[in-house]
Structures are given as C-alpha cells and as structure tokens.
C-alpha cells in the first residue's frame, strides 16, 4: 500500500500524501511541462523538404498527433516526478540522481508502451538501441527540468535557513543587549541609592531634624519614582519628573545652597528617554561641581535640533579638574555604555567647560530610534 512505503510518509497518511500532491501540480510545475512538450512537438515541423511531400492540412495533422502523444509523455513523467519528489525527504542523499534515474526508467517504460500500442502488441518491437534512444529522446527533458526544480529547492532551503539563522542571530544580538542594559541600569540604581543613603546619614551625624525630614522625602521618592526607575525604557516627561525629585530630596541637605531651574519645552514630553541617565548627569554636577564648591546652580535643559533630541545639565561649580574627584566613575561610564547599547553610535554625551566656572553635559539621542523605543514600550506617540 502506498501509505506504507518508507519513502518518508509515515503509515496512515495517503491522505495528506495525496494533498501534497495536488499541491504540487500547480499552475507553475504544469506550465513548464506544456511549454517544452509543445516545443520538443516542433522538432518534426523543421525538415526542409516536409512541404515537398505532404500538404499544410497533413502536416498540421501530423504536428497534433505527435503533440498528443508527447502529451501524455510529458504527463505521465509529471506525475512520476511530482509522487516520487513529494514521497522522498529532501535530506534523502543522492536524491537528484535517484530522480533521474527512475525518471528515465519511466521514460523508457512509456517508449515500450508506446511502440507496443502502434504494433498492437509486444511481438515486434524495434531494437533495444532505438528504444534507448527514444527514452532519452523524452526522458532527458524531464531530466533536465528535474535538476532545475531541485536546484530551485535547495535555493528556497538555503534561503530559509540563512534568514532562520539572520533571525536568530538579531534575536541573540537583541537578547544581549536587553541584558547589558538591564545590568548597566542596575548599576545605576545603587550607585544613587548609595550616595543618597550617605547624604542622610551626615545629615543624621549634624542634622537629625533634616536627617529625618530626608528620610520621609526619600520615601516619598522612592514610593512615586522607583516604578518609573525600573522601567527599560521611558519618556522624558518622566525622567524630569525623577530629576526633580533628586532635586528636591537633594536640597533638604544643601539648603539654600543649592538652586535649580527646569527648562523643558511640555511639546517634548512624551518622547522616549533611556531612564536614569539624565538625572545621573544631575547627580554628578551635584557631587562633583556644586558641592566642592560649597553651593550653585544647575539648569536643566532639554530641547529638540533637527533629528535629535538634546538634555543638557550645567552647573557654576568648581568644573573639570577644579577639585580632586572622590568619585569611581561609574555613572558617566554607564551613560556611555547604555547610549552606546541602545542607540549604536547614534547617541553620545559630550563634556564641555563653562565660563568663567562650571560645566556642562549633554546627551544626544536620535529622534527617530526615540520613537521606537516608545512604541516598544506601548506608549503613546506626541502629536
């Protein structure tokens, strides 16, 4: 039975065997098998001497019974082909050349039938040697157009599994980078944590009224920005919101030392921005620039140049190198590893002097990678 043969149909299926088949013999597969049966039929139209003997009517006769028989030629080593390459696997080795093969055993069954139908029987046939040739007369077309739809084949298979392997490749690319700036995030967080645990306990040491007042305004921090810090991705309406809160909690400790001012354009709100990153560069100008110097200003500023979108933190502090660094670096260095991550190349942070004293920093993201960064989030876009 033909569910039952070990060509790669398991027991049972004729069925969907049966399916595949008619699937096969499309539209394509047949119109190639017409196209050369009605050109391998002209090859008896090209003796020069036919018109000599014979009239356009016998000739056109003649032309559509050769046409015919070559038909069901064409049409029995279609199906033999389209049964035999649905049943056999694709990894099956040596599988071209067993089609050929039983592909020409095919057309040398059907060259003994048809000279047995025209002699009304077996008893005289012609000579081993013609009906050789006649096999490979027909059968080498077949052949041929067999060797085409395997290479055909092979080609949509290595294709598949190139794009399978691109995918799986920018999936990896993907997955790693997810993870370094989930653990380059998770840097920041503690590092801000740490500092600000530090500040309230030299404010408790000296303070202890405005240590306590810190440790409510931290909680409130916390409570209403550790959500929002968590994320993988925000807007910029968001990360102003932490930095303000920095800000805040910041000045019980600082006093009337410290002042800042906001300058955020509401239109650029709802853009996505990496979190954390801004309010690092605050922190920094804070630890850095205003508090060696005993006090000053920051400004926030945000503001959109052309394609880009551009935070800017400045401070009047002591600047680059006006005062011996206590810190590891580690922010700044994040910064730079997660624009560098998300962004590949098209993001920076640049430093840059203020005169007379003070410093800036600011980072530039694409707006169109921001974008789609907000889609990915499931945020809405800003009109």
């Given at each position: ?51 000599d003997f014979f009239s356009p009517a016998e000739i056109a006769v003649a032309w559509l019974e050769h046409l015919a028989e070559l038909s069901v030629l064409a049409a029995g080593l279609l199906l033999v082909y389209t049964f035999l390459d649905e049943a056999l696997p694709s990894s099956l080795p040596m599988r071209l050349a067993l089609v ?104 408790y040491r000296t303070r202890p009224q405005a240590g306590a007042e810190a440790i409510e305004s931290l909680m409130r921090y916390l409570r209403t920005a550790m959500p929002q810090v968590r994320n993988a991705s925000g807007t910029l309406a968001d990360e102003i919101e932490l930095v303000r809160a920095y800000l805040e909690l910041y000045r ?132």
């Amino acid at each position: 039975m033909l569910g039952n043969l070990r060509l790669g149909l398991p027991p049972g299926d004729v069925r969907a065997y049966a399916v595949r088949v008619l699937r096969a013999l499309d539209a394509r597969r047949i119109a190639a098998a017409a196209v050369t049966t009605v050109l391998l039929s002209l090859g008896i139209l090209v003796s020069p001497t036919l018109v000599d003997f014979f009239s356009p009517a016998e000739i056109a006769v003649a032309w559509l019974e050769h046409l015919a028989e070559l038909s069901v030629l064409a049409a029995g080593l279609l199906l033999v082909y389209t049964f035999l390459d649905e049943a056999l696997p694709s990894s099956l080795p040596m599988r071209l050349a067993l089609v050929c093969t039983v592909l020409f055993v095919a057309a040398l069954a059907f060259a003994l039938l048809l000279f047995a139908y025209y002699a009304h029987g077996f008893a005289y046939l012609p000579s081993p040697l013609r009906l050789l040739s006649e096999a490979l007369h027909w059968g080498l077309p077949a052949i041929f157009l067999a060797a085409i739809g395997d290479v055909h084949q092979r080609s949509l298979r290595a294709e598949s599994a190139a794009h399978a392997a691109d995918l799986a490749r920018v999936q990896q690319v993907q997955g790693e980078a997810e993870q370094q700036l989930a653990l380059l995030q998770a840097q920041i967080e503690p590092h801000f944590l740490f500092n600000m645990l530090a500040n309230v306990r030299r404010l408790y040491r000296t303070r202890p009224q405005a240590g306590a007042e810190a440790i409510e305004s931290l909680m409130r921090y916390l409570r209403t920005a550790m959500p929002q810090v968590r994320n993988a991705s925000g807007t910029l309406a968001d990360e102003i919101e932490l930095v303000r809160a920095y800000l805040e909690l910041y000045r019980i400790r600082m006093g009337s030392r410290l002042g800042y001012r906001i300058d955020v354009d509401p239109a650029l709100d709802a853009l996505a921005f990496p979190p954390m990153l801004a309010m690092t560069l605050v922190e920094n100008a804070i630890r850095h620039g205003l508090e060696p110097a005993g006090g000053g200003q920051v400004l926030v500023r945000a503001r959109r140049n052309r394609d880009s979108l551009e935070v800017e933190v400045t401070d009047d502090g002591l600047g680059f190198g006006g005062a011996a660094s206590s810190g590891t670096g580690v922010g700044l260095a994040n910064v730079r590893r997660q624009l560098a991550a998300r962004y590949a190349g098209q993001g920076s942070l640049a430093l840059d002097s203020v005169d007379p004293h003070g410093a800036r920093a600011r980072i530039t993201i694409p707006l169109v990678a921001a974008a789609v960064s907000r889609l990915a989030a499931g945020q809405p876009q800003s009109a």
